[in-house]
């Protein structure tokens, strides 16, 4: 079964510093890994999206995302963090062989920017 | 823009009651969920729709039903509310039968089951 762990429930960074969020997956197959985001009083949405063409992944905002087989990770970064970036992250995988859009989410991760 | 709008974005009921949570999608979308959002627990999918009266259980579908009985609503029922089911409901639509396409959400519905 597939599954995803973040690691980490609150990140807190300065202002300007290198954003890093952590998510491992677990699949029997190559996934498709998704990251979105929620900002608060809102739904969520789409950063970025992996599904096997290049290992790094280019989002919104300034995010990106490498795919990494051997360590099965897909952390999301920031090189430099803005005050708008704080909000909820949520990392998702889905099994190709599943079959429609069904989307297994991880926890999510709260990042706070600080002055 | 594709819209998904949830009916309610505060919803107080009693225990023992039939609750009714609506969601209607304007961009004609095939695909439809109903996610339950908790602290610490992340999203967990309820149920979701592929097409306009089919039906599909997700991880979690004990307690509830759900209905589609045209392709842009999708309704949520709780048969009997319980207190265990207070949370943040979310509804998402997406586009075809391919897990590629993004999810579009609502901004979703804090119910509160005294």
């Known amino acids: 079964a597939q599954s995803v762990t973040q690691l980490g429930s609150h990140v807190s960074v300065s202002e300007g510093a290198l954003v890093l969020l952590r998510c491992n997956y677990s699949s029997s197959v190559p996934p498709y890994l998704f990251w979105y985001v929620q900002y608060p009083n809102q739904g969520l949405q789409l950063l970025l999206k992996?599904?096997?063409?290049?290992?790094l992944v280019k989002g919104i905002n300034g995010f990106e995302a490498e795919f990494k087989k051997s360590e099965t990770s897909f952390h999301l970064t920031k090189p430099s963090a803005h005050m708008s970036d704080a909000a909820e992250y949520f990392c998702a995988v889905s099994d190709p062989l599943g079959g429609y859009n069904k989307l297994i989410f991880g926890a999510g991760t709260r990042l706070a920017v600080h002055p | 823009d594709v819209k998904v709008t949830q009916s309610s974005r505060y919803l107080v009921k009693r225990t023992g009651e039939k609750v009714f949570l609506e969601c209607v999608q304007d961009?004609?979308?095939?695909?439809m969920f109903w996610y339950r959002q908790d602290p610490g627990l992340g999203l967990r999918l309820i149920y979701f729709?592929?097409?306009?009266?089919?039906?599909e259980k997700g991880d979690i579908p004990e307690g509830y039903s759900v209905s589609r009985e045209k392709k842009e609503r999708f309704s949520l029922i709780l048969e009997s509310a319980s207190t265990n089911q207070t949370s943040m409901y979310l509804c998402?639509?997406?586009?075809?039968?391919?897990?590629?396409?993004?999810?579009?959400f609502g901004s979703g519905t804090q119910l509160s089951v005294l």
């Open positions: 729709s592929y097409d306009v009266k089919m039906k």
């Open positions: 998402a639509s997406s586009y075809g039968h391919r897990v590629l396409e993004k999810l579009f």
């Open positions: 961009m004609d979308h095939e695909n």
């Open positions: 992996y599904t096997s063409a290049a290992t």
